[in-house]
Every structure is written in C-alpha cells, then in structure tokens.
C-alpha cells in the first residue's frame, strides 16, 4: 500500500484543501491526522471495515475501544444518549479540547469494534484546525486512536506516523507538530462522581474547577481510576495494555529526594554499561548535566511542565533511534500535567519501577 501524504498548515485549513483526505475517509479507508493531543489515525466510525483496517494497522488488541471525533457539538446526539448536566458543563468549558468523555452510544450507530462491546462510546472535538476541517469534510464521526503501531510512543509529527505506519495506512495529513503531545483526557460521569479512565491533556484540577459540587476521582498519582469494576474490555484507551514504550528495557526511578533519584540512576547505568548495553537516560534540562550516558534525552523543564507533556513522545523515540538497550528513566512531580505524564512512563517502563 502506498501511503500518501497532504501538507496542510492550520492557516490553509478548509474542506477543500482537505478534500483528497476526506474523500478517502469517505471511501472507507484510513487517515492520519493532526490533532492538539497527538496525531490520530482515522477511519468512519460506522464502518465495521473501516475500522478493522485501523486495527490491523495498528496491531491493536480488538478490546480495546477506540475514541470518536466529531467536527461539531450537536453531532454529538447522533452517537450517544443526552449527557448529564455535570458532563455538558464540561463540554462547555473544555470543547473543543483535550477531553473525551465516556456516554452510552446509541445502539446501531457505530460500529461495534468502536465500543470494543461496552455499551458506551468515548468522544471528543479536537481543538485543531485541520482535524476539524477533515471531519467536517468527510462528513461522518471519524474513529481514530493515536497514529502508531500498537505499543509504541505515540505521534506527535507526521514523521512519527510514518515511521510505524508507512505503507499500512492510505494517508497522513502533516499539520505540523501536536501542541499538547498528550493523549485527551478520557472520564466517565457515574454514581454522582466523575471518575477519570485516563489523565491527559486536562488536568483534575481543572475538571474539579469546573464541578466544584461533583466529586473527581482516579488518575491519583498518574495511576488510572480504581473505583468502577474491571470490565472484559476496558472502558478507555490505555487503561490494559502495555503503551508508549521505546524498543530497549526501560527503568522509571522515583523518590522523595531528587539526589537519591540522580543517584541511583547514575549506579544503574553504571551497572547496564559492565553489561555491555547501549544505555539512555530520560531527564530533564535542569539535571541533564548529571548523567553521562550513550544517549541523553531532554524531555523539557521542571519548572515549565507542558514542555515536558509535549516533548515526552519525541524523547522516547530518540531511543531507538540512538539503539539504546538500556534506559534508565527520572520521574517527575505528578501534579497537574505531571500526573498524566508519569502515567505514560509507567506504562513506558512496563511497571519496572523503583522507589528510593
């Protein structure tokens, strides 16, 4: 399969510059496409086949649900029950934006690879120009999890996309870098309390904010909610399998105390190099001078962590593309956007943590 490739800029953004992509959609094949979070990988949400193409592409566990996107609000009675009052106030503080929220789908609408057989349905408005206007040019809800091959970090440049899918997938639309480089934050509305399936792009802080009156629970600590019961499938994106991992075993090491933490980084890497392996190490601009490694990842600073959201992805693929076997990962403060990112490095690191 040839994959091709449209350069659109959020200033050219329209359906007709947009329409070769959108026809494809239409057509029921499968497109790349920027959004705020990270790049998705598209396809009709509607369309069984459609949606298996995304799938197979992927190497993505048939369980796990993907998110719909919708160009406009009022698609949104198309594909779900009408939301509670507490959830509609979400959506009018954070749509379009980096929020999925979880509702009961509609029964016959979606195809059922979307829901994974839950009978609810994720879905967002993307803040992106481009992603808005390829919607709203094909004309349906577009299903699209993140544009990478299942495991991987995700995408948060048309080239990402192309490294883990070229030639599986029948295009991707390069819109420049995603601005969050976090998945959305995914949260369901039950019992009373808003529970949140997966931190991301909007922080539980800023959910709070906005319901005051409602409890928030989950994403302490950059660990998913613990409060609903474990379903067959999971009720959102990265909640079951191993996510956003480079190619070498990955060490996260976390603790009260940043000098232990730098310590015992240094003395892993130390002991990886006696065994002969390539080693990394992720950190931060502040303490990058502290490691001597065979590769040295900069992801952002402290003391600005939206800089550390979006450079995550990009620092974790420079892993293998160094051919680092080794990497020896520094937590952050998990607070805000932090929480968010340190779920992604647990992940990243298949739960090899260690607490100093």
Known sequence: MTTKQWKVTAEEAAPETLAEPASLLKKGGTVAFPTETVYGLGADARSTEAVAAVFAAKGRPSDNPLIVHIADRSQLE??????????SRLLDAFWPGPLTVVLPARPGVLSPLVTAGLSTVGVRMPDHPVALALIAAAGCPVAAPSANRSGRPSPTRASHVLEDLGGRIGGVVDGGEAGVGLESTVAEYAGGALHILRPGGVTQAQLQAVLPDVPVVGASAGLEAESLPEPEAPRAPGMKYAH??????????????????????RAELDAAKQRGERTGVFTYAEHAHLFAADHVAVCGRLDDPA???RELYAALRSFDEAGVSFIAAEACPAAGIGQAVMNRLRKASGGNIRTV
């Not at 956003?244 to 980084?265: C, F, N, S, W």
């Open 78 to 87: 198309e594909l779900t029950a009408p939301p509670e009052e507490a959830v």
């Open 244 to 265: 956003y991992a480079p190619q070498g075993a990955m060490l996260l090491v976390q603790g009260e105390d940043p000098a232990a933490v730098q310590e015992r980084i």
């Open 307 to 309: 800089s550390v959201a």
